[in-house]
């Protein structure tokens, strides 16, 4: 009988200790409750991805429609249709929708009012940016369980639920006698738990929203007021979602892998950008070249006659197509020749004059980290330049626009700090590209600055809107959406118009190059044709052209 005591002891251990072992029926990988710090990441990811560069995503139809890129695609002519938004609008609404919904839904449950904050912050970003792309969308029963059939709701009282929801956030993000407060960590990539910081991007977002819908009944003059005189994103306070160098797992910036690690160009730069950057546009910043030119592409000829095949568009080393072309160069083949995304949207690589540029540009010729930029604090500049140009603030125009401008040469350096650091950590030795010297402080960028400033000073007061819009037009380089936004809007900046605009081409950058828009501009995205085809409440397919966001001029 004593021999039996141990065993009996030693079993009992075992099975305390080891509680749990036998519960087969629980799934890891599908917990029963809601584990908040799992939900974050995700959805960081999927936003930036949906809303970023990444190709045939919506930030890059945005970026095309913008006339910072051109494309090849069915977005080429204002072409877009309901099967090329497929794709995205279902990875929004399946992933970050459902995921921030249930986030607020647990939270709140449980008392969690910093999570349930941050989530509503989340959520009003998300369906402001769906609004502004499509209209009227699912809202109010998008995330309703068992309902496969959401009506859209009116894209203006969306905008009224989103900035209701905001404040919200704010009281929740100061909720101080929240019951269960579980206050993010490494989660929570863009703040790292800091209610501070997200109540100032919450402010910041419903400011953004107040200053869309200035041209109509939901802006008020007291609100904007409050939110100026309140807390908003400052200096080195952007909402940034981060990307890494790592290749396994891969946590580079989609838009560097899909361009630099693939077999062909799909995301060619505006000719039209191009020249607006170069000085040479007739009408707009002329003979003022812009510093930021080799952060923002990389030219891969190394003497322009090393040209593949006839080119449409040359400009030196400079190589492109037009928007709209019909011409004859346009579908020649180019992967060693046309001048690709740079190290600021995207994490390539910086145009250095010492780059080796004796074999196109691949994966190894830059990091991916450049983060996806949400709101940052040069857009917050540019809407208090918005507001003081149109009269809404007696503050000094002039002063905000060069605050801003030189803001948006911080956020270039931003990127090329992260590059650097990339190297000092020795995270990958084999990169075949050196990091970029720093534009603040240079004397590039203060000669850059007084120029607009001067062309600025002679201006009239809307030649000084066009400025200062065509300035942070420059600056959403990476993040169109609001870019797209805004020429809905305020009809700046001056875009190409293939059809009444000359196109000089060719491969020495001579020559008449015909182009055309088929459609008329978009006013908004067609919805997806998925959703109409097996949504019983979905509307007819819309006219694009004819279909204006509420806050449209």
Same mark, same amino acid.
């Given at each position: ?232 994103? +400052? ?80 400009? +030196? ?193 001579? +020559? ?42």
């Amino acid at each position: 009988m004593k021999k039996l005591i141990p065993i009996i002891a030693l079993m009992a251990f075992m099975l305390s200790s080891c509680e749990g072992w036998l519960d087969i029926n629980t799934d890891p990988n599908n917990p029963s409750e809601i584990i908040f710090d799992k939900i974050l990441p995700g959805v960081n990811y999927d936003m930036a991805y949906e809303f970023g560069m990444q190709y045939y995503r919506l930030g890059y139809f945005a970026s095309v429609y913008t006339h910072q890129l051109t494309t090849r695609e069915s977005i080429d002519q204002y072409g877009i249709n309901g099967s090329d938004v497929n794709n995205p609008w279902a990875s929004i609404y399946v992933g970050p929708v459902k995921e921030i919904e249930t986030l607020i839904e647990e939270a709140t449950k449980k008392d969690n009012m910093f999570y349930a904050g941050i989530g509503k912050v989340y959520k009003a970003y998300i369906f402001s940016q769906l609004v502004d792309l499509f209209g009227n969308v699912p809202y109010s029963e998008a995330s309703v369980s068992e309902n496969y059939n959401p009506a859209f709701d009116i894209d203006k009282e969306i905008y009224q639920s989103i900035l209701d929801l905001l404040d919200e956030a704010v009281v929740d993000l100061t909720n101080e006698e929240s019951e269960n407060l579980n206050v993010p960590g490494s989660d929570d990539l863009i703040y790292g738990g800091d209610p501070g910081l997200w109540v100032k991007a919450a402010n910041s977002i419903k400011l953004k929203l107040m200053v869309q819908a200035m041209n109509t009944d939901l802006y008020s003059q007291s609100e904007v007021d409050a939110l100026l005189a309140g807390d908003l994103i +400052g200096p080195g306070e952007d909402m940034l979602i981060p990307y890494g160098p790592e290749r396994s797992p891969d946590n580079r910036n989609p838009g560097f892998v899909g361009e630099y690690g693939g077999s062909q160009i799909s995301s060619y730069i505006s000719p039209w950008f191009f020249e607006i950057l170069n000085g040479e546009n007739d009408d707009i910043f002329t003979g003022i070249q812009d510093p930021r030119i080799p952060y923002y592409f990389c030219t891969q000829l190394a003497d322009p006659a090393d040209v593949e095949n006839p080119s449409e568009y040359q400009n +030196g080393n400079f190589v492109s197509i037009y928007f709209g072309s019909v011409g004859v160069n346009r579908d020649h083949g180019g992967r060693n020749t046309f001048t690709m995304l740079g190290m600021y949207p995207v994490g390539g690589a910086f145009d250095d004059p010492l780059l080796d540029k004796s074999s196109q540009l691949g994966i190894e010729n830059g990091t991916g980290v450049a983060p996806f930029r949400i709101l940052t604090y040069a857009d917050v500049l540019f809407l208090k330049a918005e507001l003081a140009a149109k009269g809404k603030t007696s503050d000094d125009l002039r002063l905000l626009l060069e605050d801003a401008i030189y803001e948006a040469f911080s956020q270039v350096d931003m990127v090329s700090d992260i590059v650097r650091q990339v190297f000092t950590d020795n995270k990958l030795d084999t990169i075949k590209v050196g990091y970029p010297e720093l534009l603040s402080g240079s004397d590039a960028e203060a000669n850059y600055v007084a120029a607009v400033l001067a062309e600025f000073d002679a201006a009239n007061a809307e030649k000084q809107f066009e400025i200062v819009m065509t300035q942070k037009w420059i600056s959403k380089f990476g993040a169109a959406i609001d870019a797209y936004t805004d020429y809905r809007r305020t009809g700046y900046p001056v875009l190409f118009d293939p059809n009444s605009m000359p196109a000089d081409g060719g491969p020495d950058g001579n +020559g008449d190059v015909p182009c055309q828009a088929t459609r008329d501009y978009a006013l908004s995205f067609p919805w997806s044709s998925d959703e109409l085809n097996m949504n019983e409440n979905a509307p007819s397919q819309k006219v694009p052209a004819t279909s204006p966001v509420f806050w449209d001029k």
